[in-house]
């Protein structure tokens, strides 16, 4: 690991999001850098103590676009994380909690399962209740917050209702494929709806592999490389067959930066052909351009109070910058231009939309109180905007934000930016 090239200047510091919350140098790029060296030179052991700085990282990121210096702090860390999972550096009770997450949220099927049975709770007035009453915090703060980010559960989630191939309408312009992701496509099935329906609509065949599973994203932010390289060999091999591909397709962030890395993660040839083929859903389509005949039927959408956006009172939206697309894959224009393309809509940006919002893959269940901070700062700051609705391109920024907006006193709907254009759609077409 090369840490060299940090000068320790201090720039990284008020983007870090853990420094932001916790206020202390090791919880600090700078601090985690200097106890590397430290590490390296023999100066220091990596004990429980010193792992629980390298925990309070929530890798996203902000700190590798801040560094004047070029420090490549996204590479420290990821050759940090696999370390941390020594089984002397966590309690009994952290190491089942994780073991449990990795062993449900990269399953489509297993999470399903777990799911079913809270169907008749999520999302109704019994978990408004639950909420209010306290009761939660029995739980302990992990699971806790697990609840706390449990959103109603829509029908489409427990079933797979897309076929292999959708079809392009009018004159076929591309032929994708589209990761569905694993917990977007149970807690927030609309997304993968949106995304065919818009894709399609632009004249673009999408394929749609059944087989598919989980792209290995929330195990390999947390350094988890063997279950990780499982994962992403399956998924690469539920896409093998399908004939040739223009683009490999994901709308969710977080999966899109770990898809991108499959040739440094395989180390395979095959791999790295893999992953230069994904592409953002809105980075394919800003760069593709939306097809004259859907550009002609985009329409205006409504207020929350019913009535249509106009020239005179825009609809006001607030864009989210997820880590993982802006730090991580240097995405920031393209969801911004396809948004421009609705009518009547008038974008909001945050004050500090480049700092975490907190979700950061598995962050806000292993460390929910920082999280929760982190989510409260952020809620504040896009609520500050003024803005109607946000627009979040990233499933776990969207529950985390859509809890903590909730927590306020005029909540903003969140959507994924491809929701936003289908609704345009289709209201052109009503």
């Not at 932001?20 to 700078?30: A, I």
């Not at 890395?261 to 095959?270: F, K, T």
């Not at 700051?381 to 776990?396: H, M, P, Q, R, Y």
């Amino acid at each position: 690991m090369n840490t060299d090239p940090c000068v320790h200047c201090g720039f990284c510091l008020p983007t870090c999001a853990s420094y932001r919350v916790l206020g202390t140098e090791m919880d600090s790029p700078r601090g985690r850098i200097h106890a590397l060296k430290a590490i390296e030179a023999g100066e220091l052991q990596l004990d429980a103590t010193v792992a629980k700085h390298f925990d309070s990282c929530l890798g996203c990121l902000a700190c590798v676009t801040a560094c004047p210096s070029g420090v490549r702090y996204d590479q420290l860390i990821e050759a940090t994380r696999p370390k941390l999972n020594a089984p002397e550096l966590r309690t009994p009770v952290e190491r089942a909690f994780r073991k449990l997450l990795f062993a449900l949220l990269p399953y489509p099927n297993r999470l399903r399962a777990a799911l079913t049975p809270l169907r008749a709770y999520a999302g109704t007035p019994l978990q408004a209740l639950a909420r209010r009453s306290g009761l939660l915090r029995l739980l302990g703060p992990q699971l806790e917050a697990m609840e706390q980010l449990l959103p109603p559960l829509a029908p489409e989630a427990f079933r797979e209702a897309f076929p292999q191939v959708v079809p392009a309408q009018g004159e076929r312009r591309a032929r994708v494929g589209l990761v569905l992701g694993c917990v977007q496509r149970l807690f927030d099935p609309a997304v993968n709806e949106a995304a065919v329906e818009v894709l399609s609509a632009n004249g673009i065949e999408v394929v749609i592999p059944p087989s598919q599973g989980c792209c290995g994203a929330a195990t390999h932010h947390q350094g988890e490389l063997a279950q990780t390289r499982e994962l992403a060999t399956d998924l690469m091999a539920s896409f093998a067959g399908v004939g040739p591909l223009d683009a490999v397709l994901v709308a969710a962030s977080g999966c899109g930066h770990t898809l991108k890395a499959y040739g440094s993660i395989l180390e395979s040839p095959s791999a790295a052909g893999f992953a230069g083929q994904v592409a953002d859903i809105q980075q394919f389509l800003a760069e593709l351009g939306l097809s004259e005949t859907f550009r002609a039927h985009l329409a205006p959408l409504n207020h929350p109070d019913g009535t249509p956006a106009s020239a005179e009172r825009p609809l006001q939206v607030a864009f989210h910058d997820a880590c993982h697309m802006l730090h991580g894959q240097g995405i920031r224009e393209q969801p911004r231009q396809l948004l421009a393309a609705i009518p009547h809509i008038q974008l909001r940006e945050a004050m500090e939309a480049g700092v975490c919002c907190g979700s950061a893959g598995i962050y806000n269940l292993v460390q929910p109180e920082e999280a929760a901070e982190l989510g409260r700062i952020k809620a504040a700051d896009l609520a500050g905007t003024g803005a109607e609705l946000v627009a979040s391109a990233n499933i776990g920024c969207s529950l985390q934000l859509r809890r903590h907006l909730g927590e306020g006193d005029f909540p903003q709907p969140v959507l994924h930016p491809i929701e936003l254009l289908q609704r345009s759609w289709r209201a052109g077409r009503a």
